[in-house]
């Protein structure tokens, strides 16, 4: 053959099978830009940057939108269908769309509505293809990659800049979920002055790629390969996951990590579990090693602050005294010097009478903006204000998917949206069924899967994973493709199965 020839096969290969892979990095590259305006008239070439950043996805749906419509032209094909869980939040997201007319801000929720459809665009060409099993596996490689070496980056940080180091080499603080200050205000500084920082260096986003760094290298152990490697992965992580102080994700994580066990060893993960139970439970009850891991990773530290408020005698002089500035400082010196506790209540939490702090049942003030969010939708409750309504109409983040998507798409955006959740449950459960008749390499990556399911499904209720354009929906949407992807070769090979 040519040699020239044989390069230009070769190279056409690797297109091929680099491209789709090329697209989905620039979805990921939109992740926190800068704003469009800011390529027109940027303040300084930084800026200009991750300004540029926020076409990214666009530019990459639309690539994807002309390829599948060539694609169609050319030769019809079914290999994916389009009424799946992914083709329904497509279908919320172009309700959102529609939605925009009634928008505070048309063009800002134009924007977001149109990067988070750039995501299916670009899933759908991936798995426009005979090997579609296969490209979108590769796409959720690609985002594990991503997690694990973003986990990895974090844990370093922590070892260097939040004396990480000491929490590991001192065992009985692990409990703790605590670290040498926090994680926002105690970066390196060219990372906390790294625009993005802001969306990755909060505790919940922190919590998120721990979690999901933990359940993968979970996941590597079943797999008796690299065993060491994966291990040490597991244990940093879950050491981020802990000090990042994010309850939900501390949550999802034991969710998704019993749902990774139980797929993984059936039966006998429940009997060892519930021995498990049998022996943990008491041991750390009688130990109080409970209490502390409720009181600081659970309640933050706000248990330990109202004990040393109710361990201070009550003042019997002190109401005799004028209660004027001049003699203010009197009265303060009658109260017994206390210990500064830990971990602070922050403003909004008070202390109560109660073993439940006050503000854990406000979810950080989450509830405060659940109400005015179903305010919102009982105004427009048929199709939403569109994309980024939290913030336009309400000025905070919903923290709630549920209630995101009905803001933004009201109920006529709202269903799809849900039923594509529920949907993929359901895909994932007729597949779990049959696990052990998959090849290892599918078995795994269905398992693995069904992991990340299981956490991200935890998060939508304090996070608005999936009803708008950021990490979750980059990690989640993949997934809702691959399931169904699987769910509809295992049918084929049933089919051929009973022809035989």
Not at 75 to 82: L, R, W
Not at 222 to 244: D, E, H, N
Not at 351 to 372: H, I, Q, S, Y
Not at 414 to 419: D, K, L
Request: some cysteine.
């Amino acid at each position: 053959m040519n040699p020239t020839l044989t390069v230009i096969l070769k190279l056409r290969t690797w297109i091929i099978l680099l491209f789709p892979l090329l697209l989905w990095s620039m979805v990921w590259a939109g992740i926190q830009p800068g704003e469009i305006k800011g390529i027109i008239h940027p303040a300084d070439f930084t800026t200009f940057l991750h300004s540029t950043r926020s076409i990214f996805p666009l530019f990459a749906g639309y690539i994807a939108l002309i390829l599948i419509f060539v694609k169609f032209y050319k030769q019809c094909s079914d290999s994916i269908q389009v009424l799946g869980p992914l083709g329904l939040t497509a279908l919320y997201g172009l309700i959102g769309t529609i939605a925009t007319v009634f928008s505070p801000s048309w063009s800002v929720a134009l924007y977001h509505s149109s990067v988070y459809l750039s995501v299916p665009a670009v899933l759908f060409f991936v798995g426009l293809n005979p090997y579609s099993e296969e490209r979108i596996g590769q796409v959720i490689k690609l985002n594990s990659f991503l997690i694990t070496s973003l986990t990895v980056l974090l844990f370093f940080i922590a070892l260097f800049s939040l004396n990480l180091g000491g929490v590991i080499l001192t065992p009985s603080t692990w409990i703790d979920c605590d670290l040498d200050g926090t994680w926002y205000h105690n970066s390196w500084s060219f990372i906390s002055s790294f625009p993005v920082a802001d969306g990755l260096l909060r505790p919940t986003g922190i919590g998120r790629y721990a979690g999901l760094t933990a359940l993968l290298a979970l996941g590597g152990l079943f797999q008796r390969r690299w065993t060491v490697l994966w291990a040490t992965l597991l244990f940093g992580s879950l050491m981020v996951l802990l000090t990042s102080e994010a309850r939900t994700a501390i949550a999802g994580f034991l969710v998704a990590a019993s749902v990774i066990v139980l797929l993984y060893k059936g039966k006998q993960a429940v009997i060892v579990g519930l021995v498990a139970l049998v022996v943990i439970l008491p041991l750390a009850w009688s130990t109080g090693a409970s209490d502390r891991f409720i009181d600081n990773c659970v309640f933050h530290g706000a248990q330990s602050e109202r004990e040393l408020r109710t361990q201070v005698p009550p003042i019997i002089d002190a109401p005799l005294l004028p209660k004027t500035p001049e003699t203010a400082h009197q009265i303060q010196a009658l109260i017994p010097p206390t210990v500064i506790p830990k971990k602070p209540l922050s403003p909004s939490t008070t202390a109560t009478d109660l073993r439940l702090p006050e503000n854990f049942f406000k979810l950080t003030g989450r509830t405060e903006v659940w109400k005015a969010g179903i305010d919102q939708f009982l105004e427009t409750p048929i199709l939403g204000i569109g994309f980024n309504a939290d913030r336009l109409a309400l000025g905070a983040h919903m923290h709630n998917s549920y209630l995101q998507a009905l803001i933004q798409t009201g109920l006529l955006g709202s269903i799809p949206f849900v039923t594509a959740i529920i949907y993929t449950w359901i895909l994932l459960w007729q597949l779990v069924r049959n696990i052990n008749e998959f090849p290892p390499a599918r078995k795994h990556m269905v398992i693995q899967s069904a992991g990340v399911l299981a956490f991200l499904s935890v998060r939508t209720i304090t996070e608005s994973t999936g009803a708008f354009f950021g990490v979750d929906w980059l990690l989640l949407a993949p997934i809702f493709l691959y399931l169904q992807i699987v769910r509809k070769t295992y049918n084929d090979y049933e089919f051929a199965d009973q022809v035989k």
